[in-house]
């Protein structure tokens, strides 16, 4: 579910997961991992996630 979620709203937000990840300060790699469901992420990350595509998905 997760990550559907993750993906969806990241294309929903129009960002490439390399864009994602300079956004909120971590490698392509640690995105990579979340839309796999192989990595947990800490509250302060999901929460820079969150932010950063929030926005654009409220359109």
Known sequence: MLRENN????H??????????????VRR???IR???AKYNP???LAIDI??????KTRK
């Open 12 to 25: 929903l937000a129009e960002l490439t997961q390399d864009e994602l990840a300079n956004i909120v300060g």
């Open 34 to 36: 979340l839309e796999a």
């Open 50 to 55: 969150s932010r950063a595509i929030t926005p």
């Open 7 to 10: 993906f969806s709203f990241r």
């Open 42 to 44: 800490s509250l302060e």
């Open 29 to 31: 790699n640690i995105i």
